[in-house]
């Protein structure tokens, strides 16, 4: 892998992001507008009287903050490619010596720079409008991002190989993939109150344990390693396994011919 070629791969979306408004709009509009919405209905339950026990609800801005790490990366992934394809420059990159691997590395890179970008803009907000200190978490906070931003990208790539296989209509997916786990993630309520057979799927997904320990740090201040660890465990196996659907599927298309019908 050479890494002057990922840097390449990072220039050419970072060009393209600065000089489009429209990208720029849809980095920030779309997280402000939910942080807003859940902020509003914190401060309104708070005023109201329900605190959970005197606890407060600030667990429910750090989920929605959190929440936006997941599903940003995941289709930031899947949007990039997604407008290489509409540009009809997917093939010209591959016409170069650029290498799957150092595409997939670009790719995921780029997107975990403006998930961060997003994470802070959404912390600083959630600062100088509720007094929520995303920051409050300490070093915990590290391990926790760290494990949403490897899913986020696995489920990036998987929507991005299914996109190579079977054409940009299952674009729909690099917008709503996110969303199909979020009733098993336990983003805003424990996973105690899902179905028992549900809560097997949720034991499955990284997300869970991100969620349910963040809200054991901040009601209680108790972090748990071993369900961090369990969850970067089935991160990183998740990342593994999409890398290897992608380069398959990518193959598999270009054996078929159908990386040059790509709309």
Do not use: C
Request: aromatic share 16%; glycine share 8%; no cysteine.
């Amino acid at each position: 892998m050479s890494w002057r070629r990922v840097y390449a791969i990072i220039l050419r979306y970072s060009y393209g992001l600065r000089h489009d408004v429209a990208r720029l709009f849809d980095l920030f509009f779309w997280p402000i507008v939910d942080l807003l919405v859940w902020g509003f209905l914190t401060v309104y339950l708070t005023d109201v009287g329900f605190t959970l026990g005197g606890l407060g609800l600030s667990w429910l801005i750090g989920g929605i903050i959190f929440w936006t790490l997941l599903y940003r990366s995941s289709q930031d992934v899947a949007v990039q490619l997604l407008e290489d394809i509409w540009a009809r420059n997917f093939l010209n990159l591959f016409a170069s010596p650029l290498r799957l691997s150092e595409f997939i590395a670009g790719m995921v890179l780029v997107a975990g720079v403006k998930v961060l970008i997003t994470f802070l803009a959404l912390g600083l907000l959630a600062w100088l409008l509720y007094h929520y200190q995303v920051l409050a978490l300490g070093l915990p906070l590290l391990p926790y991002l760290a494990v949403l931003l490897v899913f986020g990208w696995g489920m990036g790539l998987v929507v991005s190989a299914l996109i190579i296989r079977f054409g940009s209509r299952l674009q729909v997916f690099a917008w709503g993939a996110a969303f199909l786990i979020q009733p098993i993630s336990a983003v805003f309520y424990p996973v105690e109150v899902l179905p028992p057979p549900v809560q097997v799927l949720a034991r499955l997904n990284p997300p869970t344990y991100v969620f349910e320990g963040m809200r054991q740090v901040v009601l209680h201040g108790v972090f748990r390693w071993d369900q961090w660890l369990l969850a970067q465990a089935l991160a990183f196996g998740v990342l593994a396994f999409s890398i290897w659907l992608f380069a398959w599927l990518f193959d598999d298309a270009r054996v078929r011919g159908m990386l040059t019908r790509l709309d």
